[in-house]
């Protein structure tokens, strides 16, 4: 799925986005259960949930969630703590030295605003975060986003708009746009 396009529900391309779910959470569900140290039953799980091997000291600490996982690119040394969510059917890409707080969620695909779109259609862009950045605990990342390198988002944060590089973001930003 490219930046900001739609799906049609019930396509072909949704039928196996749908299968790959599948897949992933029964993945996701074995990696979750293992004990902490068996390091090597989780490396074989990351690789077939990520589609290769963990990059060199990258470390996720379970539970780890994704709906689909091929399209997670992490660099080297990146952290995710535990009980993090990444649905990156449109691709996440985590630069190198990126560290992630427990409860941090990335999302990349959602429906239109529409109500009568609503069911027929997912939307969605890729998230791309660069270099050292530092997300927060139980921070949300919207479809589309970029944050620049050196950033942070602070804990709880929702990021909805592009983040310049060295900066600190703070807050919920539900505010009123439209009404229909």
Not at 139 to 155: F, Q, Y
Request: hydrophobic share 45%; proline share 7%.
């Amino acid at each position: 799925m490219a930046d900001d396009r739609l799906m049609r529900i019930h396509s072909d391309e949704f039928r196996a986005m749908s299968e790959r779910v599948l897949r992933a959470t029964e993945l996701t569900s074995r990696l979750n259960v293992l004990p902490f140290e068996d390091e090597a039953g989780k490396a074989e799980l990351f690789e077939r949930i990520l589609g290769r091997p963990l990059p060199a000291r990258t470390t996720i600490y379970p539970p780890f969630y994704t709906d689909h996982g091929l399209h997670l690119e992490l660099a080297e040394r990146v952290f995710i703590n535990q009980n993090c969510t990444f649905l990156d059917y449109a691709g996440i890409r985590l630069g190198e030295r990126v560290m992630v707080g427990p409860k941090a969620t990335f999302i990349t695909l959602g429906h239109p605003v529409d109500p009568g779109a609503r069911r027929e259609w997912l939307s969605g862009g890729p998230i791309d975060v660069a270099e050292n950045v530092w997300i927060g605990a139980g921070a949300t990342i919207l479809p589309g986003v970029s944050i620049g390198r050196d950033a942070v988002v602070a804990a709880g944060a929702v990021v909805a708009e592009d983040v310049p590089p060295a900066t600190l973001v703070t807050g919920p930003k539900a505010t009123v746009n439209r009404q229909w």
